[in-house]
């Protein structure tokens, strides 16, 4: 009878080793399956931010020469790592190369012709808007109902990026946004 019991028990014992090591792969594989979605959302997003600027005319005064670059900043903790640099590396927007930035904060008269703002500890995603107010900078955000959005602000829905345009705040800061660009947006608030 004991050889039976101890039997039964180490059956029982490899049943929950096999179950444990399997829900633990079942758990590494979902992490990996949401890191993986991760990436690919945001490499969507870096692919979407350097095409906006092909949908965007900004005054000949936002350049210092017809040959400077589009610079593409990222303002605030950096969701991309290198998925930008990669994304964007040999493109240009309307024959200007791109240049890559990243900025711990941003001020007044930041250089960047295109500015995704994530948020930081040390600045928050609208006072980093309230310092590019009235520029010639195409705001970008990931802003909820309710927080502070920028020209553009990415949704995710359904698992599709999708982005909203404030046309409005567009012309404050000087730029035109095309009707093209404005068709492939989810929503879009009107100019006054």
């Given amino acids: 009878m004991e050889t039976f019991i101890s039997r039964a028990g180490a059956r029982t014992t490899a049943f929950f080793r096999r179950t444990a090591l399997l829900a633990a792969a079942l758990v590494i594989l979902a992490a990996s399956a949401q890191a993986d979605n991760h990436a690919l959302e945001y490499q969507v997003k870096a692919s979407y931010l350097y095409k906006f600027g092909e949908f965007v005319n900004w005054p000949p005064s936002a350049f210092q020469s017809p040959g400077s670059p589009v610079n593409l900043c990222v303002a605030g903790k950096d969701p991309f790592g290198d998925i930008l640099d990669k994304v964007v590396a040999g493109q240009q927007i309307a024959g200007r190369p791109i240049s890559v930035r990243r900025l711990a904060i941003v001020e007044q008269n930041p250089e960047c012709h295109i500015l995704y703002i994530s948020g930081s500890e040390q600045q928050s995603v609208a006072e980093a808007l309230g310092a590019v107010r009235g520029e010639n900078v195409l705001t970008v955000t990931e802003g909820r109902e309710g927080e502070a959005r920028g020209i ?15 046309e409005a705040a567009a012309e404050q800061n000087g730029l035109t946004i095309s009707s093209k660009l404005l068709q492939l947006a989810f929503s879009f608030r009107h100019r006054s």
């Fill in 152 to 166: 553009v602000n990415f949704i995710t829905q359904d698992s599709h990026v999708r982005f909203d345009i404030d």
